[in-house]
């Protein structure tokens, strides 16, 4: 008798083909079966009216702190995620040095917005090489399975000393053919591959750009032959894609011989950049690169309320002069301090921050209990002040004071130029793209795009009303198969036998989004945004469940993937 036996779900494999009705066995931590009226197995669970899809395989997570002080990985581990990758973007935690943890963490506070303080209690850094550093992540048991990506930022400080976060230094020979054998170290000791940064949106928490933004031929091209010399890894590049960029990373991609993976996101100062990438990875592809796309499912959106990282009030003198007090004190003093609350409205600075903000709220939307991530323009702040004759400050803080000081708005900043989600559609279609850019574990108090395979599901093969919607087959396949052999993970992302059983149980009808909102669970107190969902009946991990009606059940059985 097996251990267990998924009992007449829609099974939808994670291959793309049509979903059926069928039994899933599970044995000894894999599938063993797909078919109808299988064996009784010693635990029944009856998915009748539900869909049985593998777990969700997220690529792009920034979890490198978070894993070693918290087992579960939330928010990812609530919306069906049961392998996550990190390292991504050139940032992380090793290698280091004793001594130089500062820079990581300043480092890390300013690309992914988590605060140094949040980092220096909750890491103790009792590694140094990267073979360690998993070492360490493999102490601590997990909800779901995690790899981790060896940063180049960290590998440049490591052999570089101060001299690699200085734009105006370049490693000597000797100091690439270190890097370049301490990441191929690190690679044959399971790291899933190499990530660096090259645009200039990353800067530390100091403002000095992120160390792997100059990185020059000579230094990309060392890293890559030694990706090349241990045959292992993927190549992760975070880019502004200017002119030749493109050109350069493709050379180390095949240098390295290895699978290229480039973050692709529609940016509003060049709406069509994005294609002209598309069109750069499909000519690679061609040419016989292995290039594939990270694409999100949604706008990038900032939350703004009136204890995120940004609101509209965040500048202001008057709101300033209220940083000593507690979150509870500020809003006591909001709402009983008429004259705060119009001096907030009503003063506003003649500067740039001001100027950019009054911008923003042309495209700024409430946040309601169902979180709207497709809104019409005419539901802007601005539109709909316009409309009510008011203030858009003024109804900007109206609404982040409801809720007893917990409204959030929301700002589309990337992915979302034309106002609805079809360039974001025409990305998902594309053969070359893959799930990403969910940012799970950054960015803390300002994004939280951790719930995107959730909103993948439920919007595009659901509800979606301004375009056209996708199948849920097609949807299903992005974000487990698909995902899962970019990062040569060909054991999971699909139910069939012999398979990995990481396996997702849904209700899809209820399957649905709760608003966001802002916790203080982080090491030394820190702040963070959380979005929780309901439908998951059950996740599994290697056949242990997890998630039992969307509530952690405790069990552990995530490992460490090298």
């Not at 036996?5 to 291959?15: A, K, N, Q």
């Not at 609530?78 to 935690?93: D, I, L, Q, R, S």
């Not at 849904?506 to 929780?532: N, T």
Request: proline share 6%; hydrophobic share 40%; charged share 25%.
């Amino acid at each position: 008798m097996v251990q267990m036996v998924i009992r007449g779900g829609t099974v939808i494999d994670g291959s793309g083909a049509p979903g059926r009705i069928a039994d899933v066995a599970v044995d000894d931590g894999r599938i063993v079966a797909v078919g109808a009226k299988l064996p009784a197995g010693e635990r029944e669970v009856d998915a009748r009216g539900l869909l049985v899809t593998p777990g969700f395989v997220d690529i792009h997570t920034h979890y490198d702190g978070q894993a070693v002080w918290d087992s579960h990985l939330t928010p990812s581990c609530w919306h069906g995620v049961t392998t996550a990758v990190f390292g991504n973007c050139g940032v992380g935690f090793a290698p280091v040095r004793p001594g130089s943890t500062d820079f990581l963490i300043n480092l890390m506070e300013g690309v992914e917005d988590i605060p140094g303080t949040v980092l220096a209690e909750g890491l103790d850094f009792h590694w140094e090489s990267f073979p360690q550093y998993l070492d360490a992540l493999a102490a601590r048991p997990h909800t779901m399975d995690i790899g981790a990506q060896v940063p180049h930022a960290a590998l440049r400080f490591y052999v570089m000393g101060e001299r690699g976060a200085d734009h105006a230094q370049r490693p000597d020979a000797a100091e690439c053919a270190e890097m370049g054998r301490l990441l191929e170290e690190a690679l044959r000791a399971g790291a899933l591959g190499f990530t660096t940064s090259r645009t200039t949106k990353h800067r530390a928490r100091d403002g000095r750009a992120t160390p792997s933004l100059s990185a020059t031929e000579p230094e990309l091209m060392a890293l890559a032959q030694a990706m090349r010399r241990a045959g292992r890894g993927v190549l992760e590049v975070n880019s502004d894609f200017g002119p030749g960029e493109f050109e350069v990373v493709r050379a180390a991609a095949e240098i390295a011989g290895r699978p290229l993976s480039l973050l692709l996101i529609q940016v509003d100062k060049s709406p069509d950049l994005w294609r002209t990438t598309l069109d750069q990875i499909h000519a690679a592809r061609a040419a016989g690169v292995d290039a594939s796309a990270q694409v999100g499912c949604r706008p990038i959106g900032v939350l703004m309320g009136l204890e995120t990282s940004l609101h509209p009030f965040v500048e202001h003198p008057a709101w300033r002069a209220l940083s000593s007090l507690s979150p509870e004190a500020r809003y006591r003093r909001l709402c009983e301090d008429a004259g705060l609350r119009r001096e907030l409205v009503e003063f506003r600075p003649h500067d740039a921050a001001t100027r950019r903000m009054a911008g923003m709220l042309q495209r700024t939307f409430e946040v309601g209990d169902a979180p709207q991530y497709e809104p019409e323009m005419s539901s802007s702040i601005a539109a709909r002040a316009a409309a009510a004759g008011v203030s858009p400050w003024a109804l900007a803080l109206e609404l982040m004071m409801a809720d007893g000081g917990r409204g959030l708005l929301l700002h589309p900043f990337e992915n979302y130029t034309g106002g609805d989600l079809e360039v974001v559609r025409q990305m998902l279609q594309d053969d070359a793209t893959v799930m990403g850019v969910g940012d799970g574990g950054a960015h803390v108090a300002t994004i939280c795009d951790a719930s995107s395979p959730t909103f993948l599901l439920m919007h595009w093969a659901r509800d979606r009303r301004r375009g056209p919607q996708l199948p849920i087959e097609f949807v299903v396949r992005k974000q487990t198969r698909d995902s899962a052999l970019a990062y040569g993970l060909t054991d999971r992302g699909l139910i069939a036998p012999g398979m990995k059983a990481d396996i997702n149980v849904i209700d899809f009808d209820a399957l649905s989004l709760l608003k966001p909102e802002l916790v203080y669970d982080l090491p030394a107190g820190g702040k963070r945004l959380i979005q929780r969902a309901r439908g998951y009946r059950h996740t599994f991990v290697s056949g242990v469940e997890t998630l039992c009606n969307d509530e952690l059940t405790g069990a552990l059985p995530g490992r460490v993937l090298r």
